[in-house]
């Protein structure tokens, strides 16, 4: 139980050793409680003006001018800027440069900004943003992956509509299918979906009196931040700094330019005042990254006694207007597109395409939770043809250490799937199954489903994924940890706190967390892919081991002892143990010059030292090494006369490596599954001729408190030799679980399951409505 | 216009725009940043208030509709420099991962039992289910009110 005492004034209780293995309470959440915490919505500088952008309306077209005179003329208009008043190149992007941050004479889609606005207050801003009047010629569109891809489509990059072919594949799938005894197909649709944080968009930017471009903002990536914005607006980018608070939220959707590089071009305009700019919920879902909408092409075969075999399959990702990442999401999803499991012989082919559709981008599941919906619809289509039941097809063919994956990669990492499926093979919910659908009651339909996903960590080859931790002994006697990557909510940074805590045995109080600002921390990579917590935890575990070496060796000079072996670190203090003695850390601190009190070490993911031979089109990301596994079941009940699906009971067992901290690690699993269902349900981004129709929360439809069951998390005991404390990063891995899963309860139900996500009741009543629905249904 | 209300126990009296929005005021005017805004319609519930102890939405009240009123934002719960049972079972609980539906997600959940001190657990999730939460799931966040419930009605100060 938390000791409590009364207090005098507002402040943490008695604060928890840090260990790990233990569910310390987060650092952020008293500060959240009482609405003390600063996101970087909460920055109102004095002085502030308004930024807002004007969005073309249009998806395709020419623009032929920009009129901004009445709005300027408006009195607290301090400037309108065009794609003219922008220095550098006008280009952003992560990888690759094609995103202008003011759009110079093609339109791309319905949201690119065509001019910037300045103003007073938002009242201004918002008339001013009406009276700007963007000149523009219509042009044909594309708005499908089909139509992207005809030889007279329209184009929208000069190298043509297609960003990223690419070809995964091993063995020989010509001759293979010959031998196969079962041979299933099957044709997937998916839709984008937005990523749903709390925080919009945004950020403030100023420019100092010393020159340095400083901004606060709601991101994933303030490192690489800098260097976007130098770019696109020819600066130097050591000249910039680059705040990240927490944020409220982000999911892969703050990874990338969003409003920096726009409030940097308006700090540049206004001699020093500091710039706000915020993104209302409808911006947000216009102007915003999305998951990418996805074609999927599946052709799978087994031998007869059920091993996996051949698959041949195509993967098309719609980008939409620009790349962000899509190429990388593409490779991502490729590589992962055979499942978890073993199959000799593969064929695996990806495009990435260019459309008039919202920005394609980063979000949790990064491809793979696409993927996951076609090789898992799959393996529930092979079961029945062979007969066989679904987990235990799944169990047999389940990727084990050492194997080599579907992309040919062989596994020598920790690789925890076949535990996971064990650990659900014998759980009650599975051994129970039959009972769900008999006990349905009239007009209900109900089934059982299970899905086995896996999602690779880190940046793959190519991109070194490094990160550079920073721990100080602080004048007080405490420790703080300036970290450089974003907690997004996710906890990356209470989990360095534990981590510090355990390494330097320290309570809670005694460690300070700094949340990432460039001037302070080191580079050290994005918050994102599964890594955050894993890399710059492998880095601290250094920082702090050497600082506590450091620490104890300075002690040893201060109490006059010969060596260091005998003083242990304790909280507050340092004892010799020989003798009892306390040095309080504080005084240590005032012995030692602030450099000697700072400790500083790096680290570099491990990568594949397999060369394969296949996957050439990826200079960077193909292949990974490190996966996190994770097996879910799904209880479903189907109205058969509304279509309404509701999911009654959910079990997701993950392989994660060690757990540092259970009550976190569930955190991010149950909200993984929760986001995991609402794409299952409801989740569209609903198009037409690239404008989007539900940009607010009244029609695009995010899972409440009555849409998601108690979910039942469990870990496999698995460790990863190179994790800190043995941890993989489990930030992806659950979302690629509730789609598969619920269709396959779904299939159990009715017989049958839509190939198009999300399920929602228009098609499964229509499913209902099928002739024979309902025989054979997978038990 | 100039209206009265009691703002997190103290009174005050304001002049303001008849039509400023309620979270504008609070937020920008009186830097109470701890109500936070993520639609601006309506649909999330992040601004979340207690207007005469009933929750609210501070997007969509007006600061005229305010007058006579007492309001209590995330920032005045605690009282005595004690959490309320809902914030620290937040806290013990996971409830806690962005935060940014925190303030109102625990508002909404005070209005809840006060109402209702014996809520189940489908009482809770109806009660909360006009508060969106995208990052955990809401399960941690009905263990935590489940047990500041319990807390309340036992009597502890958590
Ligand atoms: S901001 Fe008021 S309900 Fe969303
Ligand atoms: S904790 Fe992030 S939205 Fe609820």
Same mark, same amino acid.
């Given at each position: 139980?938390?000791?409590?005492?009364?207090?005098?004034?507002?402040?943490?209780?008695?604060?928890?050793?840090?260990?790990?293995?233990?569910?310390?309470?987060?650092?952020?959440?008293?500060?959240?409680?009482?609405?003390?915490?600063?996101?970087?919505?909460?920055?109102?500088?004095?002085?502030?003006?308004?930024?807002?952008?004007?969005?073309?309306?249009?998806?395709?077209?020419?623009?032929?001018?920009?009129?901004?005179?009445?709005?300027?003329?408006?009195?607290?208009?301090?400037?309108?800027?065009?794609?003219?008043?922008?220095?550098?190149?006008?280009?952003?992007?992560?990888?690759?440069?094609?995103?202008?941050?003011?759009?110079?004479?093609?339109?791309?889609?319905?949201?690119?900004?065509?001019?910037?606005?300045?103003?007073?207050?938002?009242?201004?801003?918002?008339?001013?943003?009406?009276?700007?009047?963007?000149?523009?010629?219509?042009?044909?569109?594309?708005?499908?992956?089909?139509?992207?891809?005809?030889?007279?489509?329209?184009?929208?990059?000069?190298?043509?509509?297609?960003?990223?072919?690419?070809?995964?594949?091993?063995?020989?799938?010509?001759?293979?299918?010959?031998?196969?005894?079962?041979?299933?197909?099957?044709?997937?649709?998916?839709?984008?979906?937005?990523?749903?944080?709390?925080?919009?968009?945004?950020?403030?930017?100023?420019?100092?009196?010393?020159?340095?471009?400083?901004?606060?903002?709601?991101?994933?990536?303030?490192?690489?931040?800098?260097?976007?914005?130098?770019?696109?607006?020819?600066?130097?980018?050591?000249?910039?700094?680059?705040?990240?608070?927490?944020?409220?939220?982000?999911?892969?959707?703050?990874?990338?330019?969003?409003?920096?590089?726009?409030?940097?071009?308006?700090?540049?305009?206004?001699?020093?005042?500091?710039?706000?700019?915020?993104?209302?919920?409808?911006?947000?879902?216009?102007?915003?990254?999305?998951?990418?909408?996805?074609?999927?092409?599946?052709?799978?075969?087994?031998?007869?006694?059920?091993?996996?075999?051949?698959?041949?399959?195509?993967?098309?990702?719609?980008?939409?207007?620009?790349?962000?990442?899509?190429?990388?999401?593409?490779?991502?999803?490729?590589?992962?597109?055979?499942?978890?499991?073993?199959?000799?012989?593969?064929?695996?082919?990806?495009?990435?395409?260019?459309?008039?559709?919202?920005?394609?981008?980063?979000?949790?599941?990064?491809?793979?939770?696409?993927?996951?919906?076609?090789?898992?619809?799959?393996?529930?289509?092979?079961?029945?043809?062979?007969?066989?039941?679904?987990?235990?097809?799944?169990?047999?063919?389940?990727?084990?250490?050492?194997?080599?994956?579907?992309?040919?990669?062989?596994?020598?990492?920790?690789?925890?799937?076949?535990?996971?499926?064990?650990?659900?093979?014998?759980?009650?919910?599975?051994?129970?199954?039959?009972?769900?659908?008999?006990?349905?009651?009239?007009?209900?339909?109900?089934?059982?489903?299970?899905?086995?996903?896996?999602?690779?960590?880190?940046?793959?080859?190519?991109?070194?994924?490094?990160?550079?931790?920073?721990?100080?002994?602080?004048?007080?006697?405490?420790?703080?940890?300036?970290?450089?990557?974003?907690?997004?909510?996710?906890?990356?940074?209470?989990?360095?706190?534990?981590?510090?805590?355990?390494?330097?045995?320290?309570?809670?109080?005694?460690?300070?967390?700094?949340?990432?600002?460039?001037?302070?921390?080191?580079?050290?990579?994005?918050?994102?892919?599964?890594?955050?917590?894993?890399?710059?935890?492998?880095?601290?575990?250094?920082?702090?081991?050497?600082?506590?070496?450091?620490?104890?060796?300075?002690?040893?000079?201060?109490?006059?002892?010969?060596?260091?072996?005998?003083?242990?670190?304790?909280?507050?203090?340092?004892?010799?143990?020989?003798?009892?003695?306390?040095?309080?850390?504080?005084?240590?601190?005032?012995?030692?010059?602030?450099?000697?009190?700072?400790?500083?070490?790096?680290?570099?993911?491990?990568?594949?030292?397999?060369?394969?031979?296949?996957?050439?089109?990826?200079?960077?990301?193909?292949?990974?090494?490190?996966?996190?596994?994770?097996?879910?079941?799904?209880?479903?009940?189907?109205?058969?006369?509304?279509?309404?699906?509701?999911?009654?009971?959910?079990?997701?067992?993950?392989?994660?490596?060690?757990?540092?901290?259970?009550?976190?690690?569930?955190?991010?699993?149950?909200?993984?599954?929760?986001?995991?269902?609402?794409?299952?349900?409801?989740?569209?981004?609903?198009?037409?001729?690239?404008?989007?129709?539900?940009?607010?929360?009244?029609?695009?439809?995010?899972?409440?408190?009555?849409?998601?069951?108690?979910?039942?998390?469990?870990?496999?005991?698995?460790?990863?030799?190179?994790?800190?404390?043995?941890?993989?990063?489990?930030?992806?891995?659950?979302?690629?679980?509730?789609?598969?899963?619920?269709?396959?309860?779904?299939?159990?139900?009715?017989?049958?399951?839509?190939?198009?996500?999300?399920?929602?009741?228009?098609?499964?009543?229509?499913?209902?409505?099928?002739?024979?629905?309902?025989?054979?249904?997978?038990? | 216009?100039?209206?009265?209300?009691?703002?997190?126990?103290?009174?005050?009296?304001?002049?303001?725009?008849?039509?400023?929005?309620?979270?504008?005021?609070?937020?920008?005017?009186?830097?109470?940043?701890?109500?936070?805004?993520? &639609? +601006?319609?309506?649909?999330? /519930?992040?601004?979340?208030?207690? =207007? !005469?102890?009933?929750? @609210?939405?501070?997007?969509?009240?007006?600061?005229?509709?305010?007058?006579?009123?007492?309001?209590?934002?995330?920032?005045?719960?605690?009282?005595?420099?004690?959490?309320?049972?809902?914030?620290?079972?937040?806290?013990?609980?996971?409830?806690?991962? &962005? +935060?940014?539906?925190?303030? /109102?997600?625990?508002?909404?959940? =005070? !209005?809840?039992?006060? @109402?209702?001190?014996?809520?189940?657990?489908?009482?809770?999730?109806?009660?909360?289910?006009?508060?969106?939460?995208?990052?955990?799931?809401?399960?941690?966040?009905?263990?935590?009110?489940?047990?500041?419930?319990?807390?309340?009605?036992?009597?502890?100060?958590?």
């Amino acid at each position: 139980m938390t000791e409590r005492s009364a207090r005098p004034e507002l402040g943490p209780p008695q604060s928890p050793m840090l260990e790990i293995g233990a569910s310390v309470p987060r650092a952020d959440a008293w500060a959240k409680v009482i609405g003390a915490e600063h996101y970087a919505i909460d920055h109102y500088p004095l002085g502030l003006l308004w930024a807002g952008a004007r969005r073309a309306g249009l998806a395709h077209a020419r623009l032929r001018g920009v009129a901004i005179e009445a709005a300027r003329a408006l009195p607290g208009v301090v400037a309108v800027l065009t794609a003219a008043d922008v220095p550098g190149t006008n280009r952003q992007g992560i990888v690759h440069k094609d995103q202008p941050v003011l759009v110079e004479d093609h339109v791309r889609h319905w949201g690119d900004p065509v001019a910037l606005v300045l103003a007073e207050d938002r009242e201004t801003l918002r008339r001013a943003l009406a009276l700007v009047e963007p000149d523009l010629e219509p042009l044909p569109g594309v708005f499908d992956i089909a139509a992207a891809l005809r030889p007279d489509a329209p184009t929208l990059h000069p190298g043509g509509n297609v960003l990223l072919e690419a070809e995964i594949s091993t063995g020989d799938t010509a001759s293979a299918w010959d031998v196969c005894a079962a041979i299933v197909e099957g044709t997937f649709d998916l839709p984008f979906q937005d990523h749903g944080f709390l925080e919009t968009q945004n950020g403030v930017a100023q420019v100092e009196p010393d020159g340095i471009l400083t901004l606060t903002v709601s991101t994933q990536a303030p490192f690489r931040d800098r260097f976007e914005i130098a770019h696109a607006l020819g600066l130097d980018p050591l000249r910039i700094r680059v705040i990240s608070p927490y944020l409220g939220g982000a999911f892969g959707g703050k990874d990338g330019a969003t409003v920096q590089c726009l409030l940097a071009l308006a700090a540049l305009h206004v001699g020093g005042r500091p710039v706000k700019m915020v993104w209302e919920r409808e911006e947000c879902m216009i102007a915003g990254y999305k998951r990418h909408a996805a074609r999927l092409c599946y052709r799978l075969g087994a031998l007869t006694n059920g091993t996996l075999h051949a698959l041949d399959c195509q993967l098309y990702f719609d980008t939409g207007a620009y790349a962000h990442l899509g190429g990388e999401v593409m490779e991502l999803g490729l590589e992962h597109a055979g499942g978890p499991y073993r199959i000799a012989h593969t064929r695996m082919r990806g495009w990435a395409v260019y459309t008039n559709n919202p920005i394609g981008g980063a979000m949790r599941g990064f491809g793979v939770c696409q993927a996951s919906f076609g090789f898992e619809r799959m393996l529930d289509r092979l079961a029945a043809a062979l007969g066989r039941d679904r987990l235990d097809l799944r169990r047999q063919n389940a990727l084990r250490r050492g194997d080599r994956n579907a992309a040919g990669v062989t596994l020598v990492h920790s690789t925890g799937l076949a535990a996971c499926l064990e650990t659900l093979s014998r759980h009650p919910l599975w051994l129970e199954r039959d009972r769900w659908p008999d006990q349905a009651p009239p007009l209900k339909r109900r089934g059982v489903g299970v899905a086995a996903v896996f999602n690779a960590m880190g940046y793959g080859r190519g991109l070194p994924d490094a990160a550079i931790a920073k721990i100080a002994l602080t004048p007080d006697g405490r420790f703080r940890v300036d970290s450089a990557v974003s907690d997004m909510g996710q906890g990356n940074a209470s989990a360095f706190a534990q981590i510090a805590g355990q390494i330097l045995c320290q309570r809670a109080d005694a460690i300070e967390l700094v949340q990432p600002d460039t001037a302070r921390a080191l580079p050290s990579g994005s918050s994102s892919a599964g890594r955050t917590t894993y890399s710059y935890g492998n880095a601290l575990v250094r920082a702090c081991e050497a600082l506590r070496a450091k620490l104890l060796h300075r002690a040893s000079l201060l109490l006059m002892v010969d060596e260091p072996s005998g003083l242990a670190l304790l909280p507050g203090r340092v004892r010799h143990l020989p003798t009892g003695r306390d040095l309080p850390l504080a005084r240590l601190a005032a012995m030692l010059p602030e450099t000697d009190r700072v400790s500083i070490e790096q680290f570099v993911m491990p990568v594949s030292q397999e060369v394969p031979d296949t996957g050439k089109a990826f200079v960077i990301g193909f292949p990974h090494v490190l996966f996190a596994y994770a097996a879910h079941l799904a209880y479903v009940e189907i109205d058969t006369l509304t279509g309404k699906l509701e999911v009654c009971r959910y079990l997701a067992v993950t392989d994660g490596g060690r757990v540092l901290n259970p009550r976190n690690f569930d955190q991010q699993i149950q909200g993984a599954v929760a986001q995991g269902i609402g794409y299952a349900l409801c989740e569209e981004l609903r198009l037409q001729e690239g404008r989007i129709l539900n940009p607010d929360f009244a029609r695009y439809l995010l899972p409440t408190s009555l849409d998601v069951p108690d979910i039942a998390s469990l870990a496999v005991a698995t460790v990863e030799d190179t994790g800190p404390f043995g941890m993989k990063g489990i930030g992806e891995v659950g979302i690629n679980g509730p789609l598969p899963a619920i269709a396959s309860a779904v299939e159990a139900a009715l017989g049958r399951c839509p190939s198009q996500s999300p399920l929602e009741p228009r098609r499964l009543v229509a499913e209902v409505a099928a002739p024979s629905a309902s025989d054979d249904a997978p038990r | 216009m100039k209206i009265h209300l009691i703002l997190n126990g103290t009174p005050r009296e304001m002049k303001v725009a008849p039509d400023r929005r309620v979270v504008d005021l609070l937020r920008e005017d009186l830097g109470l940043t701890g109500v936070k805004e993520g &639609c +601006g319609s309506g649909e999330c /519930g992040t601004c979340t208030i207690l =207007v !005469d102890g009933e929750a @609210r939405l501070s997007c969509l009240l007006l600061a005229a509709q305010l007058d006579g009123c007492r309001l209590t934002t995330i920032e005045g719960l605690a009282q005595d420099g004690r959490l309320h049972p809902v914030q620290q079972a937040f806290i013990d609980q996971g409830a806690v991962q &962005c +935060g940014y539906c925190t303030p /109102g997600m625990i508002l909404a959940a =005070v !209005d809840l039992l006060n @109402r209702q001190p014996h809520p189940t657990r489908e009482a809770i999730r109806v009660a909360l289910s006009g508060n969106l939460c995208r990052c955990t799931g809401y399960q941690m966040i009905v263990d935590a009110v489940e047990t500041a419930a319990r807390r309340m009605r036992e009597g502890e100060d958590a």
